[in-house]
């Protein structure tokens, strides 16, 4: 009876949304159901394809990138959900962004096309784009305003 709760609350959960096994198994430990009918249903729901930590990684890291974010944030903030790190490589590497495209994106549309007029100016998008998860070559290329693209 309890294993079917257990299963019944995880399965409605995961019709919300994706979950990480792990952000899964702490939603479910806050509501006190026994840490082996926990670790079953976890199981199960993994066995039967209704959890994946790779479906999660890969719709986290395209939702989160749609809305502005830097491949470092991205990558942290799939860790604290405890997404394995060779995962959370594959699925970045898969991805398919453009994260120099993205950067400049994000910049242009918080600070506009006209590049920094002076240093203060251009520290402050610099710890902006940081803040958002970009990498110092993200940044920097940003600034060039599409000179990575016309490279290519």
């Given at each position: 009876?309890?294993?079917?709760?257990?299963?019944?609350?995880?399965?409605?959960?995961?019709?919300?949304?994706?979950?990480?096994?792990?952000?899964?198994?702490?939603?479910?430990?806050?509501?006190?159901f026994n840490p082996t009918d926990i670790e079953n249903c976890l199981q199960t729901l993994c066995d039967q394809g209704l959890q994946s930590d790779q479906r999660f990684a890969e719709n986290y890291v395209r939702y989160r990138s749609q809305k502005?974010?830097?491949?470092?944030?991205?990558?942290?903030?799939?860790?604290?959900?405890?997404?394995?790190?060779?995962?959370?490589?594959?699925?970045?590497?898969?991805?398919?962004?453009?994260?120099?495209?993205?950067?400049?994106?994000?910049?242009?549309?918080?600070?506009?096309?006209?590049?920094?007029?002076?240093?203060?100016?251009?520290?402050?998008?610099?710890?902006?784009?940081?803040?958002?998860?970009?990498?110092?070559?993200?940044?920097?290329?940003?600034?060039?305003?599409?000179?990575?693209?016309?490279?290519?």
């Amino acid at each position: 009876m309890k294993q079917r709760s257990v299963e019944a609350i995880a399965i409605g959960l995961l019709a919300r949304r994706e979950h990480s096994a792990y952000e899964l198994g702490q939603k479910l430990e806050q509501r006190d159901f026994n840490p082996t009918d926990i670790e079953n249903c976890l199981q199960t729901l993994c066995d039967q394809g209704l959890q994946s930590d790779q479906r999660f990684a890969e719709n986290y890291v395209r939702y989160r990138s749609q809305k502005g974010m830097g491949p470092q944030r991205i990558e942290h903030e799939l860790r604290q959900k405890g997404v394995n790190a060779e995962l959370i490589q594959t699925v970045m590497r898969d991805s398919e962004i453009d994260w120099f495209t993205l950067a400049n994106t994000v910049r242009c549309k918080r600070f506009g096309e006209q590049e920094p007029r002076d240093f203060t100016e251009r520290a402050k998008q610099q710890r902006f784009m940081q803040y958002r998860g970009f990498s110092h070559e993200h940044i920097t290329e940003s600034f060039n305003l599409g000179s990575h693209e016309n490279q290519r």
